[in-house]
């Protein structure tokens, strides 16, 4: 059977095995939220025979969903816990957010830049009933100070350096997962850990490419 004529369970299933668990993602609670989302309701209806397929898909406004593998490794990397508060910069298609929902215990906000993408990714995480994810319209690149501090923060688009803002809110002990680098250029996937005393450590996992991060008027 062609893989775009299974049922979105079988999809889901083998995206999965064949091309998360096999690039060594190992995190359970991270395999089962991949498992339960269903990939092609966060994709344009042009997209979805495609929503399995471990690349990248547009979404309109010059913007993607990552690579099931990237958001898994991504998710793996933040080290969430039962009671984490976790912060998402780029909701976009409001996939990533989803995944977080899924870790038992997580508490999820989203800030999107993209007024149209801001509406219609709360809308569809609303209608699969996530209460426990809180969207916002904004700059992400300033993080939700009223929020703050973070358990961990992710960032799903790449700006030039760490935002300085993100870094702040960061709680002790918490984990900042972010792509850096020029559009188009060399881009590298960070981890920044906040230590008690407020020093960072930083952890390089490899190149990866990212749309750049979309700046407000400030």
Same mark, same amino acid.
């Given at each position: 059977?062609?893989? @775009?004529?299974?049922a979105p369970e079988e999809r889901?299933?083998?995206?999965?095995?064949?091309? !998360? @668990?096999?690039?060594? /993602?190992g995190d359970q609670a991270v395999l089962g939220a991949m498992r339960r989302v269903p990939r092609h309701l966060f994709v344009p209806e042009a997209e +979805?025979?495609?929503?399995?397929g471990d690349y990248p898909l547009p979404i309109g406004y010059g913007q993607t969903i990552s690579? *099931?593998? !990237?958001?898994?490794?991504? #998710?793996? =990397? =933040?080290?969430?816990?039962?009671?984490?508060k976790v912060l998402e910069v780029g909701t976009g298609s409001g996939y990533q957010a989803a995944i977080l929902a899924e =870790?038992?215990?997580?508490?999820?906000? #989203?800030?999107? !830049?993209? *007024?149209? =993408?801001? $509406?219609?990714?709360?809308? +569809?995480?609303?209608?699969?009933?996530?209460d426990n994810v809180h969207c916002r319209q904004g700059d992400g690149y300033h993080g939700w100070p009223d929020e $703050?501090?973070?358990d961990a923060i992710i960032v799903t688009a790449a700006p030039v350096h760490p935002p300085k803002p993100l870094l702040d809110q960061l709680a002790p002990g918490g984990r900042l997962v /972010?792509?850096?680098?020029?559009?188009?250029?060399?881009? #590298?996937?960070?981890?920044?850990v906040k230590r008690s005393d407020g020093e960072v450590e930083s952890f390089s996992h490899g190149g990866v490419a990212f749309v750049p991060l979309t700046r407000g008027e400030r």
């Open positions: 059977m062609a893989p @775009e004529r299974e889901g299933e083998h995206m999965v095995s064949d091309t !998360i @668990e096999r690039r060594g /993602v +979805q025979r495609y929503a399995y690579q *099931p593998y !990237i958001v898994a490794l991504m #998710t793996e =990397l =933040l080290a969430l816990k039962e009671g984490d =870790l038992p215990g997580v508490e999820v906000y #989203t800030i999107e !830049i993209i *007024p149209e =993408l801001a $509406a219609a990714a709360c809308r +569809q995480l609303e209608e699969m009933g996530y $703050a501090p973070f /972010v792509p850096v680098g020029t559009a188009g250029g060399f881009q #590298t996937l960070w981890k920044y």
